[in-house]
DNA sequence: ATTGGCGCTCCACCACCGGGAGTGCTGGCA
DNA sequence: TGCCAGCACTCCCGGTGGTGGAGCGCCAAT
């Protein structure tokens, strides 16, 4: 009795690993005789009750109603997970295949075919997060669109683009533009903005009036083009999860997670978390502390760029998903984003 | 009788918008006797059969079954939006509310907000075909990342900022690309790529190979550049359309109109057509040709800059939404949208 | 320890039925 | 001629009850 509420026995760990498996594969809760079928043991089904009953006794496994099968519970999923489950990685051509499709034009691209991809290749959502960004600037550009109407163009330490539009109070030559841009990338190139705003009131007194309202506006749009293109999730193929139909018959539960995809605030935090740990994570059902995923799986593993970690990627689908499947697809899309990200 | 298939009498044309509204309103059938109650004519229930009988024949309703109200039918949505409906328009005060939830920082963000806006008002799905561009650029400049990487960064005519990473054979030193920027900004600045191509292989042979080897693959890039931001078209609040009962309710039907918004090119088609015409135009259920939308209306504006049509915005939402409602608000956010687009 | 057998429970499916809503029709009235 | 009250009819909807099947728990036998 001891013995059995602290480990499972061998037996016990197999029949769980097919119930699981079996439950995975159909959907429906598995029998005793069912499982007497598939286990591979040479069990009768009688037996195999008493089993599923002290599974159930340790939280593994529950039952719909009296007469139904068995279905994993959260911790049944959660043991499966972590020490049932066997991972065949995906073979070198696949993922030479996968390479292909990841789109290298600009960052943006990259995450977003990124993001599809995930959710082509396991039919669930994808999800990644924005890489980091360390908040200098590798060049900046002023360009005159009209009169008081200043086009800043900003380019990154990580080589992305951001842009926008500033008024300015007066107008200026586009001499003076190239000149302000040329202060900037000779002098502060690679530095914070908060850094510039304070070395150009401590040694910069000399700049002309005009010219240092220009750079503090440049300045105050740059920190707002910076923080808005701060980490974003990027969401693609949430239309798979409509076909669920262990998510569909919940009408509310639906909308309900469908809304925690518009704030991507929220989301956001889950996916931070697993940037922490290394290699793939599973958070299942509600694990996350999150109602709306709480019939959901995510499965994130962070990408990294010059062996820092600077994002996740991740797949989120209903708890019964083929995680022996999903995991190698996050893991590698992981790896090969951080690959893509880091010859640049 | 003659008369009656032709035009419909005054009592008729009431009848027939008190039916429409009551069913807007709350979405059951309605019968006779609530339409006698609601119709402001002093009439029997059993008169307004007699009508209700002549609209049904004339195809405007319809009763789901024997003993149920009536309901409208495409034709009678389309008669109710084009003779009978009144819209009110917003006053001043709420145009400059919305005014001000634009952001105006660059052009990806004003559309986005747009849409945005027009999902949250109307709690349908918002939609904007991003504007159209001329093709020419403004302003172009490369960029080292590292050996034979470089990042070019076009500004279209527009003002929008596009950029991507292009692989050299050749490093190039900055120098050569300031100096290969420089060409392209004073010789072509305007010109389309096509007459760019043209010119330099006929007027400037005398640029150095290693040169004109970059300015092609400049070419090359910024072709490309232009066409994958070609016209597209950003949809906002498709949760909403999960909340919607009449939708909801079959759950094929709603995947279906969730995969269509994923198909960004049919999509498009639909919503070009809506920029030949002027103003708002109404697409009620499969008028627009497509079977995902049988239970759904598009409304439809375009939107200009200069005076010329640019793009659309447009609203979709179920056949029994509140027109009258909804049809100001996709008016005005056209017109914010042009003046806030003009003014660059 | 394992197993066949038995009784039990619960769900899923179906058929049935009564109430309610709304219609079409008809005959009478101004 | 236009309007209206009354009536019979049709259909949907919700609840009710019965039945078959799947699966379990328990127990006695091996």
Redesign the interface.
């Known amino acids: 009795m001891a013995k059995e509420s602290q480990a499972l026995n061998e037996r016990a760990q197999l029949l769980l690993k097919t119930l699981v498996e079996r439950y995975i594969a159909d959907g429906q809760p598995v029998g005793s005789r069912a499982l007497s079928k598939f286990s591979g043991l040479d069990l009768s089904p009688a037996s195999i009750r008493n089993v599923m009953a002290d599974l159930e006794e340790m939280g593994f496994i529950a039952s719909p109603h009296t007469s139904a099968g068995r279905i994993p519970t959260p911790r049944g999923y959660r043991f499966f997970v972590d020490t049932l489950l066997t991972v065949k990685p995906l073979d070198r051509i696949e993922i030479n295949q996968l390479e292909g499709q990841l789109q290298?034009?600009?960052t943006h691209k990259l995450v977003s075919s990124a993001s599809h991809m995930l959710s082509e290749l396991t039919h669930f959502a994808g999800v990644v997060v924005t890489p980091r960004r360390s908040g200098g600037f590798?060049?900046i550009?002023f360009?005159k669109?009209?009169e008081k109407?200043i086009?800043l163009?900003l380019?990154t330490a990580e080589?992305?683009?951001q842009?926008?539009?500033i008024q300015t109070e007066k107008s200026y030559t586009p001499a003076e533009l190239v000149e302000a841009a040329n202060i900037l990338n000779q002098n502060f190139a690679g530095c914070s903005f908060d850094e510039i705003r304070r070395r150009i009131h401590a040694e910069l007194k000399q700049l002309r009036e005009d010219m240092t309202q220009l750079m503090s506006a440049a300045l105050a749009a740059g920190d707002?083009?910076a923080s808005?293109s701060a980490e974003d999730v990027v969401i693609s193929g949430?239309?798979n999860l409509?076909?669920i139909d262990d998510l569909?018959s919940n009408?509310t539960k639906?909308?309900d997670l469908?809304?925690l995809?518009?704030h991507r605030t929220t989301l956001l935090q889950l996916l931070d978390v697993s940037s922490c740990a290394q290699g793939v994570q599973i958070f299942i059902g509600g694990e996350a502390g999150l109602q709306p995923l709480d019939e959901c799986s995510v499965v994130t593993a962070p990408y990294e760029v010059d062996g820092k970690v600077v994002g996740t990627v991740g797949v989120i689908g209903p708890t019964r998903m083929a995680y022996e499947r999903v995991i190698p697809i996050v893991d590698i899309t992981a790896k090969l984003l951080s690959s893509a990200l880091t010859q640049?």
């Open positions: 290298v034009e600009n590798r060049h550009e360009l669109l009209a109407r086009l163009i380019v080589g992305d683009v842009n926008r539009i707002q083009a808005d949430e239309v409509l076909g569909s009408m639906l909308r469908f809304n995809f518009e640049r």
